[in-house]
């Protein structure tokens, strides 16, 4: 999060950030030789903007935050199990969907 100190922006707030999970090893396989199962990898971005403004007297502060930007929705692979001779991928976790939210603060 950068705050803008001086000239015709000063107050605003800008931020985002990027959060990556490569690829991992979620389970192991047997047959017909024995190797790593991988989750691939993934990657979300996030955003926050906020102003600090004034209200008669008072001081308010608005921000601005969405999560998951770009709206990721793929199941993510957290293990394996075996069927019938045949490994599965399970254990399925869901990232949160894209999310906005306002937020305002007052100071007094």
Request: aromatic share 10%; glycine share 12%.
């Amino acid at each position: 999060m950068y705050s803008v100190p001086a000239g015709r922006l000063k107050g605003r707030c800008f931020g985002g950030g990027v959060a990556w999970q490569g690829p991992s090893i979620i389970g192991q396989r047997d047959q017909p030789r024995l190797h790593s199962i991988y989750r691939a990898g993934y990657y979300t971005v996030n955003l926050s903007l906020g102003d600090a403004l004034r209200l008669g007297q008072r001081p308010i502060g608005l921000q601005f935050k969405m999560t998951n930007l770009l709206d990721y929705a793929e199941p993510i692979d957290t293990g394996t199990n075996t069927f019938q001779n045949r490994t599965l991928r399970t254990n399925l976790d869901d990232l949160d969907a894209r999310k906005a939210a306002l937020a305002a603060t007052d100071r007094f």
